[in-house]
Structure formats: structure tokens, C-alpha cells
T-cell receptor
Framework: KAGVTQTPRYLIKTRGQQVTLSCSPI?????VSWYQQTPGQGLQFLFE???????NKGNFPGRFSGRQFSNSRSEMNVSTLELGDSALYLC??????????FGPGTRLTVT | AQKITQTQPGMFVQEKEAVTLDCTYD???????LFWYKQPSSGEMIFLIY??????QNATEGRYSLNFQKARKSANLVISASQLGDSAMYFC???????????????FGKGTHLIIQP
């Protein structure tokens, strides 16, 4: 079974721009979660989607948004990028259990 | 609110020795899950092991075992017979579990950088 895939793997954007990251979960997994990893703040939960509905949300500003499609694929959008948004963005999927399986991440650099 | 504390920023261990990575947690949830993940330099988070708060037996997965001491709020990872490929960052994490299904997002510790020496 294929793992979680994320595209693109690397991205360079300029302050003020917006960016969309994509995540395809493991086949059959209906829950997709997003996390941000930075050297300063570590790993932080952004949000979780289940059956196209946001089920949980972390403590991030409204510039960070997401959505999930009927095939469980998910996208995350960050508007008005700031330098501090430079991070590794990780997507994780899960089925009925509580374990989350992560993708390789998208490394975003904001200049 | 949940909190995970990993007190070992870095560890050097000789190949083939056993390793214990420390993790303590704090939560007001009655039902929760504890997890360990491995993150090599490539960046991908690899799931290692899971322990539910109501599980009476310690979880084991191959060379990995989780030493769960609920009263002490401790969830240490034990790696038996360490290998060079075990060198990586290791994160302890937890999430509150809902009675009707579903769970919180994962709360992670700061991690332990494990280096296995030949």
C-alpha cells in the first residue's frame, strides 16, 4: 500500500504571497492532519480533516486554512506569507485507529 | 492542555547496546494515546509504537518497547540491540482520545537526538 504523499517537496515563496500544499493520504484513510515543524517551536498541530469536515484545529492564525476533498486528499493554504512561516509542513493520515502515518513533508522557505 | 517533556536533547550510544529514551507527560484527559516517532535527517516522521492509556500491558513492536508507568506519567521508549540505522531524532507524542471516536491533534515533545556509534 502506498504511503502518504505530499507535493511539492520543496517550495520557495516571497513574503506576502500565498501557497497551497497538497497531501494524498494512504488509501482508505479518511482522516488527514497537518503539522508545522520549525526549529524554534518544534512540531505543532495545525488542523485535522475527516470526511471533508474540519474536526480539530490548533492555535494558528486564520491565514492558515485547509480543506479536504471527497477522495480524502487534502490541501493546506497559507495566505500573506511571513518569514516565520518557513517550516517543514507535515501531513499525516489515519484510518480507524489512533496512529497517524506521516508523509515526507513539504519544506517551505519564505524570503 | 497536554504537555510532553523529553529531558535528553542528545544521546550517544554504542552499537548493539540497549537505549532508553525518556518521556514524561501531563494531561487532564482520562483517555489518551502515547506515541513514539522517529525522524531521520530526511525529515519523514516514522511511526514506531503506540500505547493507550487503558492498556495494561506495555506495547512492543519488534526491537521497540514502551515502558508505560501511568502513575508516574512516564512513557519511555526502549530500543534493544541498537543499530547504526537507529541514529535519528526521536519524538514522544500524545493525543486525547474521544469516547465517540476521533482524537485531538498530536502534542509533541522537543525530541531526543540519538546517535549510534560503531
Amino acid at each position: 500500500k502506498a504511503g502518504v504523499t505530499q507535493t511539492p517537496r520543496y517550495l520557495i515563496k516571497t513574503r506576502g504571497q500565498q501557497v497551497t500544499l497538497s497531501c494524498s493520504p494512504i488509501s482508505g484513510h479518511r482522516s488527514v492532519s497537518w503539522y508545522q515543524q520549525t526549529p524554534g517551536q518544534g512540531l505543532q498541530f495545525l488542523f485535522e480533516y475527516f470526511s471533508e469536515t474540519q474536526r480539530n484545529k490548533g492555535n494558528f492564525p486564520g491565514r492558515f486554512s485547509g480543506r479536504q476533498f471527497s477522495n480524502s486528499r487534502s490541501e493546506m493554504n497559507v495566505s500573506t506569507l511571513e518569514l516565520g512561516d518557513s517550516a517543514l509542513y507535515l501531513c499525516a493520515s489515519s484510518s480507524m485507529g489512533y496512529e497517524q502515518y506521516f508523509g515526507p513533508g513539504t519544506r517551505l522557505t519564505v524570503t | 492542555a497536554q504537555k510532553i517533556t523529553q529531558t535528553q536533547p542528545g544521546m550517544f550510544v554504542q552499537e548493539k547496546e540497549a537505549v532508553t529514551l525518556d518521556c514524561t507527560y501531563d494531561t487532564s484527559d482520562q483517555s489518551y494515546g502515547l506515541f513514539w516517532y522517529k525522524q531521520p535527517s530526511s525529515g519523514e516522521m516514522i511511526f514506531l509504537i503506540y500505547q493507550g492509556s487503558y492498556d495494561e500491558q506495555n506495547a512492543t513492536e519488534g526491537r521497540y518497547s514502551l515502558n508505560f508507568q501511568k502513575a508516574r506519567k512516564s512513557a519511555n521508549l526502549v530500543i534493544s540491540a541498537s543499530q547504526l540505522g537507529d541514529s535519528a531524532m526521536y519524538f514522544c507524542a500524545m493525543r486525547g482520545l474521544y469516547s465517540g471516536g476521533g482524537a485531538d491533534g498530536l502534542t509533541f515533545g522537543k525530541g531526543t537526538h540519538l546517535i549510534i556509534q560503531p
